[in-house]
């Protein structure tokens, strides 16, 4: 995945608490091959009626919004089944950040391992953010944990770990890959150990 770097985006304000996964990305649209190709099925129960049309008045849909990077919700956001997809179709539409009070366990270490940065912030601040901040520009700095926005600062918590993969961009498969020598040199010994005449 690429490294998280400084962002500053306007935000998408989401105003719906206890968001499940079935609805970031409805089951029937869980076939795609690879992780790409899923943010047009986004929230598509919400964004479209019957037949396909869009909703107006679908924050998704409107035309304010089109570009903005980060996402605002409400708390429990992610909740429902484990689905990866979810994440994948949320980071597809181009959604780099999401920012909220509560998020389900699963979603939120999901989001982590594909790149996404999930901030959790006092359930007050959000409401603020909701009410008066939909049109400023959030400037979110991740090696000072901070948003910044006009004059005020926001600090966020994140596992030093967590962070330390985002900013390197390194996930669970490329740090295993640091170690491929030692793992190759493993798997030899061992199979000279499991030939008929070897001598253990």
């Not at 490294?3 to 935000?11: D, G, Q, W």
């Not at 609805?23 to 076939?31: A, D, G, Y």
């Not at 948003?147 to 740090?175: C, M, W």
Request: contains cysteine.
């Amino acid at each position: 995945m690429e490294p998280f770097r400084n962002l500053k985006s306007k935000i998408v304000p989401l105003d719906i608490a206890n968001v499940d996964t079935d609805q970031i990305i409805p089951k029937q649209f869980l076939k795609l091959l690879g992780k790409t190709g899923y943010g047009e099925y986004l929230f598509f129960n919400w964004r479209y009626d019957e037949h396909g049309i869009p909703t107006k008045n679908f924050v998704l849909n409107l035309p304010e919004y089109k570009g903005r990077q980060i996402l605002l919700t409400r708390e429990n956001f992610g909740i429902g089944s484990s689905r990866e997809h979810a994440v994948w179709a949320l980071k597809d539409y181009g959604f780099k950040i999401i920012i909220g009070s509560s998020f389900a366990d699963i979603f939120y270490n999901n989001c982590f391992k594909n790149g996404v940065l999930v901030i959790k912030l006092d359930k007050n601040i959000i409401e603020d953010f909701f009410s008066s901040k939909t049109n400023d520009d959030f400037y979110i700095d991740l090696r000072q944990q901070q948003i910044r926005i006009n004059s005020s600062i926001y600090s966020f918590e994140i596992d030093s770990t967590i962070k330390e993969s985002l900013e390197s961009g390194a996930d669970e498969i490329s740090k295993t890959l640091q170690f491929e020598s030692y793992i190759k040199k493993y798997e030899e010994e061992k199979a000279i150990k499991l030939q008929p005449n070897s001598i253990l």
